[in-house]
């Protein structure tokens, strides 16, 4: 069968983001507008669909024009489409024309299908709504696609049947991660995607799913339940992706990647074990961190890694079911100065019992940990959490209908403390207080301090050092030979890059 499968993007966030970034006036935050990656959820069942002899165009609806992705659907015989909750009014556009005005049919996956699958089916967008991972219903739609009857013995859809929501039982989550096919990568224009990024590279995926509990996080995808790759295929993949493509670095979307310490540093291990040298990006909380796991992670070319912080607030962090305390966070945060770790915090404010005393509280714990940078959002309640069921009173209307952004935000509810207004203050006074804190002569001095008597501390560390910096200097020679040297041999503007010029006053 010809299958088309679609990333669903806001037009009028993509619109928002190109408008913000044009005005010089503006304060950005570091990558406050959105990479622009190759979808890997539809890659992954791009590839999936591929393994069982069926033909797949991918289209990214965040870089792709209309008029392609027009095209792709008369091709297909299936239109797959792919939304997260800020994409949703967009993929029920796509998908009415895929149905009413093409006349093919339509599955439609992602959080959002999966928390509100009648967003869809009753506007007429969809024939069937997937819930949870496609990767084994997906398949077994396509083969059952022309005989309705079989459909309610498909588990894990949604769709309608005598007119009401028919919900199949819940199918259950992929257990062995080795058994994934690779993300269907030649399926996109890799290069064109990496000229349109601040800084190139490829994205992949090793794992799937957190344990926490955090109440803002959607996990109705991979409800709470983590699986990953075996390191040895961990590094198969990203070997494949150096040999395809040759990036400067990966960047590692997996959900919390340091969860499993043996298995981080086995990873890191076989990485030098194939004298593979590249750099490496992973999200992370910083109290999965210890001693010997981020020394290994820097051995082996971690160069960044984004902890979700989210406050620095006791009481807040209680409220949100974080899991960590600001102890905790001081701790984790003097290991990664004193290792050499860049290292970023992401913020949320807005939460319904937020107070000014509580984002005090977070500005002195941004000041004392001293973190490279510092990302502050403003809450999006999200269907299928915690928090979103606590705020609908608050409501101004249906998120799915205001095609917000994590950055450039929408006022989604009325805070019952803040204007909308004032939590836009409140985020610019944190980005002062980390200015503060970590810009001048001073605080790179203590950050160079803390550094050398950890050295002195273990000088196990040192010995490290001269075989980083080695390391490095093959892999600034790899670069420099590629088609991506600009980005170590040119002047790069700072708006362009989207760095935050944020002073102390």
């Known amino acids: 069968m010809k299958i088309v499968l679609i990333y669903a993007k806001s037009q009028a966030i993509r619109q928002k983001a190109a408008e913000v970034f044009a005005d010089e006036n503006v304060t950005k935050g570091e990558l406050a507008r959105d990479e622009i990656y190759p979808p890997l959820g539809i890659s992954i069942l791009a590839a999936e669909l591929e393994q069982l002899g069926h033909e797949v165009k991918l289209f990214d609806d965040s870089i792709d024009e209309i008029d392609d992705i027009r095209r792709g659907m008369e091709w297909a015989e299936l239109v797959g489409i792919s ?17 009413d005005e093409i006349g093919r049919p339509v599955v439609l996956g992602g959080p959002h299908p999966t928390t509100n699958p009648e967003f869809f089916l009753n ?6 709504c997937v819930q949870g991972e496609g990767d084994l219903t997906l398949p077994e739609i396509v ?10 013995q498909i588990q894990g859809i949604t769709f309608l049947k005598d007119g009401e929501l028919f919900r199949t039982p819940r199918r259950p989550l992929v257990k062995q991660m080795d058994q994934v096919p690779f993300p269907a990568y030649h399926l996109w224009d890799i290069p064109r995607y990496m000229r349109l990024m ?5 994205t992949l995926i090793t794992s799937r799913g957190c344990p926490y509990a955090c109440t803002f996080c959607d996990a109705e995808m991979t ?5 990953a790759m075996s390191p040895e295929r961990t590094v198969d993949l990203m070997e494949l992706i150096l040999r395809k493509y040759n990036p400067p670095q990966l960047v590692l979307f997996d959900d919390l990647f340091t969860i499993q310490r043996k298995r981080v540093i086995a ?30 992670m820097r051995k082996a070319g971690c160069v960044k890694i984004y902890y979700g912080l989210e406050s620095g607030s006791p009481d807040m962090l209680v409220t949100m079911k974080k899991g960590v305390t600001p102890e905790k966070v001081r701790a984790g945060a003097k290991l990664n100065r004193q290792l050499g770790m860049y290292f970023k915090f992401f913020i949320l404010y807005g939460f319904p019992e937020d107070t000014v005393k509580d984002h005090r509280l977070t500005e002195e714990l941004i000041a004392e940990t001293r973190c490279d940078a510092v990302c502050c959002s403003i809450l999006q309640p999200i269907p299928g959490t915690e928090v979103y069921e606590q705020l609908k009173p608050y409501l101004t209307r249906d998120v799915a209908e205001m095609e917000f952004h994590y950055w450039h935000s929408t006022e989604s509810f009325k805070h019952p403390t803040f204007t909308h207004e004032e939590l836009h203050q409140e985020r610019e006074r944190l980005l002062k207080a980390h200015a503060r804190a970590t810009k001048g002569l001073v605080p790179k001095v203590r950050r160079k301090f803390e550094r050398l008597c950890a050295m002195l501390r273990h000088p196990e560390l040192a010995l490290d050092l001269i075989e980083i910096r080695q390391r490095r200097k093959r892999y600034l020679k790899r670069v420099a030979t590629s088609d991506w040297a600009w980005t170590y041999t040119q002047e790069r503007d700072q708006v362009a890059l989207q760095v935050p010029n944020v002073s102390a006053d």
């Open 83 to 99: 939304s997260l909750t800020p994409n949703a009014r967009r993929a029920r556009e796509l998908g009415k024309i895929a149905k």
């Open 123 to 128: 506007a007429g967008a969809a024939d069937i």
């Open 198 to 202: 601040v800084n190139p590279g490829v």
């Open 267 to 296: 990873i890191c291990k076989e990485i030098i074990k194939r004298d593979l040298f590249f750099e490496w990006v992973a999200e992370s909380r910083v109290d999965t961190m210890d001693f010997e796991m981020l020394r290994w």
């Open 223 to 227: 409800p709470r339940q983590y699986r």
């Open 143 to 152: 083969e059952h696609l022309h005989d309705r009857s079989r459909w309610d």
